[in-house]
């Protein structure tokens, strides 16, 4: 089992920055930690993904550039750093675990109760 817990949501203008960080607990070994997405009405999507070493590192090809992920398996951290924000950013923000390192949400076991980001224009 592993438990997510995010936080570092809020509202922010067009431009602005945020840090959003998850903190994981339980069997968090070998995990791969990553990041998703949900705007009202849309489908949940890949953000980034980072694996246990952080050697591995996947971005949303629309993101790349503004987004980046780290992890500090010291204090079983993972966090977006999100940078020249948009207004189509905004959305739900949820943390996710996988064994894989992979894209496809059906692959994350574990999931976190997500944090809202909204960026106004």
């Known amino acids: 089992q592993v438990q997510l817990v995010e936080s570092g949501g809020g509202l922010v203008q067009a431009g602005g920055s945020l840090r959003l960080s998850c903190t994981a607990s339980g069997r968090t070994f070998t995990t791969t930690l990553g990041w998703f997405r949900q705007a009202p009405g849309k489908e949940r999507e890949f953000v980034a993904a980072?694996?246990?070493?952080?050697?591995?590192?996947s971005y949303a090809d629309s993101l790349k550039g503004r987004f980046t992920i780290s992890r500090d398996n010291a204090k079983n951290t993972v966090s977006l750093q999100m940078n020249s924000l948009k207004p189509e950013d905004t959305a739900i923000y949820y943390c996710?675990?996988?064994?894989?390192?992979?894209?496809?949400?059906?692959?994350?076991?574990?999931w976190g109760q997500g944090t809202q980001v909204t960026v106004s224009s």
């Open positions: 996710a675990a996988s064994t894989l390192h992979t894209r496809r949400r059906d692959m994350y076991d574990y």
């Open positions: 980072i694996s246990w070493g952080g050697e591995t590192i």
